[in-house]
């Protein structure tokens, strides 16, 4: 591939990202950058530009590429506690109905990580979950790009958007056996991002419609939050346990108890109305009432619109027309 030839961009297929020959050119950029004989990894016209600016970052904080494990930030117990008060522990069941359940059997990991990239939840197959172990990719390690370069989660945190990494393209070269998808998750009210979602595993990792499947699940989560916040900002002292419907799968809220009549003088006074904000139905909260007789997620196999794989490969499909 010349210099002139045009570079690889993410509007390829997702199939080509696993492609014999894109991970062939992937692997020959190592070869020559590992070395540091050249000063820039955009040098490399053959690499999506998307890889060669993160190589260069992690170079910045990571010498070489050479394999270095992420490192344990936490012993248990603080790992518990810091879950416990974070944010992103609210959203935890919308990730769970949507996106670990149905791929707790296709050979595929779910990780959720903070805004620095310490993964806070690994949830999926029990058998890859095992062997990510190996690679320390497990909850309370820091998987930002600072500390093993170029991967999912932490270029996805670094460039506040979503990303996809198959194999070679990973700086770090522990991890070229390993593909991944990651969608940031950002706070509704602030903009600010909050942490990251993260599909690893296989090649099935960057699959066709793994990135939408990962950015709706995410959107799902970020609704939730919302409308969780919202009630919360309405409600009285006294609250009720409610549920609330998003994207046809059922989560806890909380939601504001119906207000007593108060006394004022000899009269009585009516509860106060309902913000404006609330009484109108907005898009946004239509958005939340939608409701299908199918999953969001739907697994491959005969009733699902694809053969099953022999090797349990399954294919994700959204719904939507």
Not at 55 to 66: E, G, I
Not at 178 to 206: F, K, N, R, Y
Not at 236 to 241: E, S, W
Not at 275 to 294: M, V
Request: glycine share 10%.
């Amino acid at each position: 591939m010349t210099a002139g030839t045009l570079r690889p961009r993410r509007s390829l297929a997702a199939d080509d990202l696993t492609s014999a020959e894109l991970q062939r050119l992937a692997f020959r950029a190592h070869d020559q950058f590992d070395v540091g004989g050249v000063g820039s990894a955009q040098e490399f016209p053959q690499l999506r530009r998307v890889i060669s600016e993160s190589w260069d970052r992690s170079r910045r904080y990571l010498r070489t590429p050479a394999a270095r494990p992420a490192t344990s930030l936490w012993d248990q117990d603080h790992l518990e506690e810091y879950r416990r008060n974070h944010p992103l522990a609210a959203i935890l069941p919308v990730i769970r109905q949507l996106l670990v359940r149905p791929s707790s059997d296709t050979g595929l990991l779910v990780a959720i990580g903070d805004q620095h990239g310490r993964l806070l939840w690994v949830e999926g197959d029990s058998v890859l979950r095992n062997r990510a172990e190996g690679i320390r990719f497990v909850t309370g390690a820091d998987w930002s790009e600072a500390s093993v370069g170029t991967i999912a989660p932490g270029t996805a945190l670094a460039l506040g958007k979503s990303v996809q990494i198959a194999g070679a393209e990973h700086y770090n070269p522990d991890v070229h056996r390993w593909s991944c998808t990651a969608v940031p998750l950002h706070d509704p009210d602030s903009g600010s991002v909050l942490g990251v979602v993260d599909i690893t595993g296989g090649q099935e990792a960057v699959g066709i419609h793994t990135l939408s499947l990962v950015e709706a699940t995410v959107a799902a989560a970020e609704a939730h939050l919302r409308v969780q916040r919202l009630q919360q900002h309405t409600s009285g002292p006294r609250r009720a346990a409610r549920r609330t419907m998003v994207f046809g799968a059922t989560f806890p809220v909380i939601a504001a108890a119906a207000s007593p009549t108060r006394q004022s003088g000899g009269g009585q006074q009516p509860p106060p109305a309902e913000p404006k904000a609330l009484r109108q139905r907005s898009p946004y909260r239509d958005s939340l009432q939608i409701r299908r007789p199918f999953p969001l997620l739907r697994l491959g196999g005969p009733g699902a619109g694809g053969p099953s794989h022999p090797a349990r490969r399954r294919h994700h499909r959204l719904p939507f027309p």
